[in-house]
């Protein structure tokens, strides 16, 4: 027989031994004249601590700080169009024909911002004030505060809203330096709070006095300045060969510029459908001539017009299950990418989604390099196209992904997509009373034209390609330049 003691010591299963990794505290002094400053309240939800504890490193930095803008400061300029009057710029809206592209501040960060508005040149406004000049620091001042972007070929010219601060400085190496140090955790909280820590909801060119900056060495400076500089470079050629498929394209099939397809089309806001053609579909939006245009036209000069869905174009096309979401710090999870920072390069106000809780469908979730993004709800059609750097992150279930069937079609099937015509064939399919919204089933119907000249298809598809490898290299190239910021400048010891 077996002791009653012995029977019960063998049937208890061993207790698991579970560590907890606790996170750091966080902690901030506050002087009396913080707290009376703020209403005199106590709570520590009064006071970002991370913003306190983010001024405390730098003004305890190796190097000592400097002022952003002062006499003594590193700025030369900061303004917006109507700051000196306080009076904002009255805009007369048009059609893109009779007006030129204005952009949005949300568009600033993006690596090849579109225009979605047309400003009138009768507009009552000095038009050259709006326009961007080159090697310029941008700066977001409502709204979304504290975004920051670098002015290089791309956007110099382009006119944007007087939302966005534009900065110059004494020493050409300041630009990329500041730039990175903005872009900097540290630096960027120090940006969006004042000296007490309170949030911010309007910054104006004066509140830049109150930045501290590391006072770095001028060769450490200009270092980080470089490897800003050349990422930006490689951008400019990453939009430039973008730009040259997108004309080689549209050569090849002689596509008229959108507008001209629309007015051919229809010369008024009314037209016939018959029964035959409605596909079930009773929405004006669906049934415009200018599709059915864009569509005859491409059946005449492609080779062959197929859909997105061929077996040939893609190896699939995905259109996530809803799910809920439980977020982590970073370094805990993976980086979900939402529909509006598609057109960035490095996604700002990243958002992780925890490991452990989401650990069964984040592999399905995942995208692979080359992959074309397409967002489904709100704004219908921003396309994007995976680099490399974004393997394993998290699109947003708002987005559908088509996987190229291989890599001969990938950047081919982005350059398209990403065409006036792509996004035009795109939003035919939206549909909804309130929140616009299209399918995966809507996507593989997209009709897609296969050139005559194979070698021509090619040669689009390889720019396409050697663009987004471009943007990988400028990724990692402004990594460069935030580690040093971080290592040798801000916790340098």
């Known amino acids: 027989m077996v002791a009653g003691n012995l029977a019960r010591k063998m049937n208890t299963e061993p207790e698991l031994e579970v560590h907890i990794s606790e996170s750091p505290i966080k902690w901030c002094s506050v002087s009396l004249s913080d707290m009376v400053s703020r209403g005199k309240r106590l709570e520590a939800s009064v006071f970002d601590v991370d913003a306190k504890q983010a001024r405390e490193s730098?003004?305890?930095g190796k190097y000592g700080t400097v002022i952003l803008y002062g006499d003594s400061g590193l700025i030369e300029t900061a303004y917006y169009p109507g700051w000196m009057q306080r009076s904002r710029l009255k805009r007369i809206w048009c059609d893109k024909p009779y007006g030129e592209g204005f952009y949005l501040p949300s568009q600033m960060t993006d690596l090849y911002p579109v225009p979605e508005k047309h400003i009138s040149r009768l507009a009552?406004?000095?038009?050259?004030?709006?326009?961007?000049?080159e090697n310029t620091l941008l700066l977001t001042r409502s709204g979304t505060i504290g975004n920051i972007s670098y002015v290089s070929k791309t956007l110099a010219g382009c006119v944007f809203s007087d939302d966005v601060i534009r900065v110059t400085f004494k020493k050409e190496y300041d630009l990329g330096y500041v730039y990175t140090y903005l872009k900097s955790k540290v630096g960027s909280l120090i940006l969006q709070t004042n000296g007490y820590g309170s949030v911010i909801t309007h910054v104006e060119p004066d509140h830049l006095a109150e930045v501290p900056v590391p006072n770095a060495p001028v060769g450490v400076r200009q270092h980080i300045h470089n490897l800003i500089a050349q990422s930006y470079a490689l951008r400019d050629e990453s939009n430039e060969m973008i730009d040259n498929a997108t004309n080689l394209m549209t050569a090849e099939l002689h596509l008229p510029a959108i507008h001209d397809l629309q007015k051919k089309a229809a010369s008024v806001s009314t037209y016939d459908v018959k029964l035959s053609n409605m596909n079930l579909r009773l929405d004006a939006s669906y049934h415009v001539p200018v599709v059915d245009a864009i569509i005859a036209h491409l059946k005449e000069n492609a080779a062959e017009v197929t859909t997105v869905g061929d077996s040939r174009i893609s190896e699939a096309v995905i259109l996530p299950g809803r799910f809920s979401r439980v977020y982590v710090e970073e370094g805990y999870g993976r980086v979900l990418i939402g529909g509006k920072q598609l057109g960035e390069l490095d996604p700002s106000g990243k958002k992780y989604l925890s490991n452990t809780k989401h650990d069964k469908i984040l592999s399905k979730l995942e995208v692979r390099e080359n992959t074309t993004l397409i967002t489904r709800s709100g704004t219908i059609g921003k396309i994007a196209f995976v680099p490399k750097h974004w393997e394993h992150w998290i699109p947003s279930d708002h987005i559908i992904r088509a996987v190229p069937a291989n890599k001969d079609i990938a950047g081919y099937l982005y350059i398209f997509l990403a065409?006036?015509?792509?996004?035009t064939l795109i939003t035919r399919y939206t549909y909804g009373?309130?929140?616009?919204?299209?399918?995966?089933d809507h996507v593989r119907q997209i009709p897609i034209p296969l050139l005559r000249n194979k070698d021509v298809q090619q040669q689009i598809n390889a720019l396409a390609l050697e663009s987004n490898a471009k943007r990988y290299e400028a990724y990692k190239l402004e990594q460069e330049a935030l580690h040093i910021m971080n290592e040798e400048v801000i916790f340098a010891k």
């Open 433 to 440: 009373s309130v929140v616009d919204e299209i399918d995966d």
């Open 124 to 133: 009552d406004c000095d038009m050259d004030e709006l326009r961007l000049k």
């Open 58 to 60: 730098v003004y305890r």
């Open 419 to 423: 065409s006036d015509y792509g996004r």
